[in-house]
């Protein structure tokens, strides 16, 4: 780094955001497929999967400013944040990997092991998630460096969100050939040793070069009497909220979606019968998704600049209400589980335009 302007190399930026990959091919995992995985190939009740979902966020809401507090309180020679890339890394996997085991208990004791696992492994997601995002802020003392850092960030969990959805569930049909609970192990091993490798790449190529300046802290109880006085700090928040719950709800029954109504089908491309299974047709209809988020990311600067960032907000929030509503309703989207290719494109490019949208909500 050149201490003059405070500039990274590309190899430290890039290997700081492959952090990003490795923590999306869970987080995104968890969203897209892990309800379908307790429900249809460990054989758990909806009702339990929802409550151990539940508790889980609730913990987050405690663990995740305690970690906070640990990592900042943190000092050894390899700096505040980065020991816990380290460390965590080899837990991390073990635990995605442990997580996707199926012993055969009883549903009892499925409901134990899946409880156990989900939080032991949130715990240890934000003990490695926590400090990594604080890593970037003293990773340069350049704003204008920073910013760049955050771009690498943004493209590397993009690549991890694309490898989940192009590959899981072909993985899953190639390594358990029809047995579902080997192919989820198995994918699931490659995804945790590669998640690893990247947590340790991120430790190996970064370095810590910002010292946090001492100064006086105010107490907690008035940060928050502060927090509670900022409506449009709440109102963004609880737009985020509703957001995130778009963001599982939908992502969460896409492949029930798939799997139970749209089924395999046969698609006639260019005047040609092609068969193609729902796992395809599923991975396909969530990389469209993914591909209209990134555009939607591209044109936010935009619509912002064209009709303000207010319209954006509630504009386009209206808009992805609108086509996420169709894709619960695909008879009135004038969708059948007997589609055609134009079809197919229709409901694949409504929902994924309503995916755009609320991304150029969130990040006007």
């Given at each position: ?62 663990n995740d ?14 700096g ?53 995002s ?15 850092v ?20 072909k ?12 192919g989820?192990?198995?994918t ?13 790449t ?24 502060d ?47 092609h ?80 995916t ?9």
């Amino acid at each position: 780094m050149t201490e003059k302007k405070g500039t990274l190399k590309l190899s430290e930026k890039i290997g700081y955001s492959l952090g990003d990959t490795a923590s999306n091919l869970f987080f995104q995992t968890f969203i897209f497929f892990l309800l379908y995985f307790y429900t249809d190939v460990f054989g758990i009740p909806a009702s339990a999967v929802g409550t151990i979902f539940l508790v889980g966020r609730i913990w987050d809401a405690v663990n995740d400013p305690l970690m906070g507090t640990i990592a900042d309180r943190t000092s050894t020679k390899m700096g505040k944040f980065r020991p816990y890339l380290l460390y965590t890394a080899l837990p991390f996997g073990i635990l995605g990997f442990i997580m996707f085991i199926t012993p055969d208990f009883s549903t009892q004791g499925k409901i134990i092991y899946a409880f156990v696992t989900y939080n032991l492994m949130m715990m240890v997601y934000t003990v490695i998630n926590v400090p990594y995002s604080a890593l970037m802020g003293v990773i340069s003392p350049n704003s204008e460096e920073r910013t760049v850092v955050s771009t690498f960030r943004f493209v590397a969990a993009f690549v991890g969100q694309f490898i989940v959805q192009f590959a899981v569930l072909k993985f899953v049909s190639i390594f358990g050939k029809g047995n579902e609970n080997a192919g989820w192990q198995w994918t699931m091993a490659l995804m945790s040793a590669l998640a690893v490798v990247l947590w340790v790449t991120t430790f190996a190529t970064t370095k810590e070069r910002v010292k946090p300046v001492k100064g006086d802290k105010n107490p907690i109880k008035q940060d928050l009497a502060d927090l509670i006085r900022n409506v449009p700090w709440i109102l963004i928040g609880l737009a985020t909220i509703f957001q995130l719950l778009f963001n599982v709800i939908r992502g969460g029954s896409i492949v029930y979606y798939f799997k139970y109504f749209v089924q395999d089908q046969q698609l006639t491309i260019f005047g040609q019968p092609h068969i193609f299974s729902y796992q395809s047709l599923t991975s396909s209809f969530m990389l469209i998704g993914t591909a209209m988020t990134i555009v939607g990311a591209l044109l936010t600067s935009f619509f912002s600049r064209k009709i303000g960032k207010a319209r954006c907000y509630w504009g386009f929030l209206g808009t992805a209400a609108i086509f996420s509503a169709l894709f619960f309703f695909p008879e009135t989207a004038g969708c059948r589980p007997d589609v055609s290719l134009s079809d197919y494109c229709i409901l694949c490019g409504g929902t994924g335009l309503g995916t755009a949208m609320g991304n150029l909500y969130r990040h006007s």
